[in-house]
């Protein structure tokens, strides 16, 4: 299997990249809790490292799926946060 199936398939990660944004998620989320911490955290923690023990990927793909993936967490928040100052905004015109 580890001849047909070599480790330099994809880059970034995306088991990585998804693991970390679903961690990031539940930091800043409302949904944190003990409980989910230890279930969401463990499992990507255990997901990201499984890339490593079947040898699917390299830690330069872990890495970059890591790093992408808080790229775009920013990316988002930041996306987020500017159409809620543009609803405030708008709501505030309406208002006066």
Do not use: W
């Not at 990249?17 to 800043?28: G, I, N, Q, T």
């Not at 809790?33 to 969401?40: F, G």
Request: hydrophobic content about 45%.
């Amino acid at each position: 299997m580890y001849r047909r199936d070599q480790p330099f398939n994809c880059f970034p990660s995306i088991h990585c990249f998804s693991s970390y944004m679903v961690m990031k998620a539940l930091y800043h989320g409302k949904f944190r809790n003990r409980l989910n911490q230890t279930l969401i955290y463990g499992m990507s923690s255990l997901i990201i490292v499984s890339t490593f023990f079947i040898k699917q990927h390299t830690l330069l793909d872990a890495a970059c799926g890591i790093l992408l993936a808080d790229l775009v967490y920013r990316a988002l928040l930041r996306l987020e946060r500017a159409g809620r100052r543009k609803r405030n905004r708008a709501a505030r015109q309406v208002n006066l």
